[in-house]
């Protein structure tokens, strides 16, 4: 039997690393994004998204889905976008 004091957390409000968890999934099955590679940091009532994407509308629909997943925090959309090439294009040095 353990006596440390259990992990309380306010009703109606998850634990970080759940709610985390609860937008990474969002992010990974919802029909604007299936995205897979975005990482979430939670810290208070900050949200962080990092991690890259193929043009700016999934960058936008990223924070969507973040944003409607876990309403009431500030998301700060770090998500950068990378330059899809071709398979066999010659890359320019």
Do not use: K, W
């Amino acid at each position: 039997m353990s006596h440390e004091a259990p992990h309380h957390v306010a009703p109606g409000h998850d634990a970080p690393h759940y709610l985390a968890a609860r937008v990474q999934r969002a992010l990974a099955e919802d029909e604007r994004t299936y995205e897979l590679g975005i990482r979430v940091d939670i810290r208070g009532d900050q949200l962080f998204l990092r991690g890259q994407v193929e043009c700016d509308e999934r960058r936008r629909l990223v924070a969507a889905v973040a944003e409607d997943t876990a309403p009431g925090l500030r998301v700060h959309n770090e998500v950068t976008v990378v330059e899809v090439r071709e398979p066999g294009e010659e890359e320019a040095l």
